[in-house]
């Protein structure tokens, strides 16, 4: 199971053109996201057990496409897991269109597809029967929410997901302090910020770094307190920065 929830939780990275001003209310309608590329490694007890790759790109229609892919394997085990979100972004909004899910290795391999209707405010998982749609966001747009805020100094987040298996689920999150962290190109600042799931053992917590757009630069999940894994940023390139490390 750690295979599939570090990689699933992976798809946390996001960059805007905006350096967070947070002072700057207008309208922006005319403003754009940032196309990216983000590698990471993925480990285990000091371990690497693969990697994952995360892009956004936009399109000539001005319609943004977040990638992800990732390949993680630990002895007979495998996991092979892909991501894409299409969706657009005006007034500072996040706005899903379609959702693609397909994982597939040890144990079932699975697909989920979810269209948004914004003009009849339903949602369509897998062609069934459609059902309301309330301003939920697909199971990677949250995360890229997350880093918007974050570069307004918010501090605590409250989300209504479609998830990858097309269930709605509700997730809190909370910064919970700044740290210096020591990472293969150097130290760098990382906001911590802790997942919060009602009734469940696993406790997820990321660090995201200013100094690069408020990109993910590290993340560790535990369940029942022992730690079941880690997530390292390995490169990083957009139009404004590029970072790589070697390993």
């Known amino acids: 199971m750690f295979l599939v929830s570090m990689t699933l939780i992976l798809g946390l990275t996001f960059s805007t053109n905006n350096q967070a001003d947070t002072n700057d209310h207008s309208n922006t309608n005319n403003e754009q996201l940032v196309g990216f590329e983000a590698g990471y490694s993925v480990y285990r007890f000091g371990r690497n057990l693969g990697k994952a790759k995360l892009s956004l790109k936009i399109d000539e229609n001005n319609l943004y496409r977040l990638d992800y892919y990732s390949k993680v394997s630990a002895f007979f085990l495998s996991d092979i897991c892909s991501e894409t979100s299409v969706f657009s972004f005006h007034n500072k909004q996040l706005h899903p269109q379609t959702y693609a899910y397909s994982r597939r290795g040890t144990g079932s391999n699975k697909k989920t597809k979810i269209h948004f209707d914004a003009e009849n405010s339903k949602i369509t998982v897998n062609q ?104 390292r940023l390995k490169y990083f390139t957009s139009e404004n920065s590029q970072l790589e490390v070697k390993n």
């Open 128 to 231: 069934t029967q459609p059902i309301e749609w309330s301003g939920q966001l697909d199971n990677q747009l949250y995360r890229l929410d997350v880093q918007l805020k974050l570069a307004t100094g918010t501090r605590e987040f409250a989300y209504d997901i479609v998830n990858n298996r097309g269930q709605l689920r509700h997730y809190e999150l909370k910064v919970v302090g700044k740290e210096q962290l020591d990472l293969p190109f150097g130290m760098i600042e990382g906001i911590k910020v802790k997942i919060i799931r009602n009734n469940s053992s696993r406790e997820t917590i990321a660090w995201f770094s200013p100094q690069l757009n408020y990109q993910l630069v590290k993340l560790k999940q535990f369940k029942d307190g022992d730690e079941q894994g880690e997530i």
